[in-house]
């Protein structure tokens, strides 16, 4: 799941990324749909990617709640370098091209369910466009909006306060905003 020697070869290219660990107690819903139905991937690139004014992209899918928005993310396949699919889900998710900034964190996560354990990673990354037409993918993405660094908390906030079936999936994805947030709000 994480090779690190391709760490540390992202570390020199973009710089040393915060390294946290989570071990998350979830119900049946995210286990069921985001581990068993992605086993396609090792893990994920979470994308804070900055605009030409400083504002950051949210995108918000229309099976979340009206007021939930959160960073870009996407696979990365096994085999796939991680800056590869960096480049890969900006370009698909925006059709922006994009200067790496940062390697801003290295979030590893342990999935309790049940009694079962299941690794999982997200590599952080704060980005800068530099060219291209903003045009997200309207097949994946339902709303966009924009928010300065220092909102992140706020839009943390309303995925921590999601309830019912989505609760640890608003819990899990929460952490990222408060990560990119301390790192550039």
């Not at 925006?94 to 390697?103: C, K």
């Not at 290295?106 to 704060?126: A, K, N």
């Amino acid at each position: 799941m994480i090779d690190e020697t391709e760490v540390v070869r992202l570390a020199c290219d973009y710089g040393d990324p915060r390294r946290l660990h989570y071990t998350l107690e979830v119900g049946p819903s995210l286990f069921l749909t985001r581990f068993q139905r992605h086993a396609d991937r090792r893990g994920e690139v979470v994308l804070a990617l900055e605009r030409r004014d400083g504002r950051l992209v949210l995108h918000r899918k229309a099976h979340y709640r009206e007021d939930v928005f959160r960073l870009l993310s996407g696979g990365v396949g096994h085999g796939e370098p991680v800056i590869e699919a960096v480049v890969r889900e900006t370009e698909e998710e925006t059709g922006l091209q994009v200067q790496v900034e940062q390697f801003v964190a290295l979030l590893s996560y342990t999935f309790r369910f049940g009694g079962i354990d299941v690794p999982f990673v997200s590599y952080v990354f704060h980005l800068r466009e530099t060219a291209g037409r903003f045009s997200p993918d309207w097949l994946e993405i339902d709303q966009v909006r924009e928010v300065w660094p220092h909102q992140l908390p706020e839009v943390a906030g309303r995925l921590r306060g999601l309830d019912g079936d989505r609760a640890d999936w608003g819990r899990w994805r929460a952490i990222a905003h408060d990560v990119v947030a301390e790192e550039l709000g």
